[in-house]
């Protein structure tokens, strides 16, 4: 069993930056890839960013590609999303997931864990 507890969210202007960290409990947490996704209102939860179990690898979804950074400390079993650049479209409910296996994938159903959400919102 995993744990995954979200926190960092909050209110931010355009062009601003935030932090959102994924603190994971149980021991899988460094053998296991870990996924960002957010909701926004009246819309379904999408995809955002990926990283592999080592660290080495990433994916990002295009509208976030060169704004957004994910980072991993297997260390203290916490994942990062380091959000730039932050447009009024980012506005959503940030959730960490836990994948089934090692390597990044952008597909719901491969997460098997979820935090319960943090609140981005971006005003303009």
């Known amino acids: 069993q995993v744990q995954l507890v979200e926190s960092g969210g909050g209110l931010v202007q355009a062009g601003g930056s935030l932090r959102v960290s994924c603190v994971a409990s149980?021991?899988?947490?460094?053998?296991?890839?870990m996924g960002w996704f957010r909701q926004a209102p009246g819309k379904e939860r999408e995809f955002v960013a990926s990283?592999?179990?080592?660290?080495?690898?990433?994916y990002y979804v295009d509208s976030v590609k060169g704004r957004f950074t994910i980072s991993r400390d297997n260390a203290k079993n916490t994942v990062y999303l380091q959000m730039n650049s932050l447009k009024p479209e980012d506005t959503a409910i940030y959730y960490c997931?836990?994948?089934?296996?090692?390597?990044?994938?952008?597909?719901?159903?491969?997460?098997?864990?979820w935090g319960q959400g943090t609140q981005v919102t971006v005003s303009s």
């Open positions: 990283i592999g179990w080592s660290g080495r690898t990433t």
């Open positions: 149980g021991r899988t947490f460094s053998s296991v890839a």
């Open positions: 997931a836990a994948a089934r296996a090692g390597a990044i994938t952008t597909v719901e159903d491969q997460y098997v864990y």
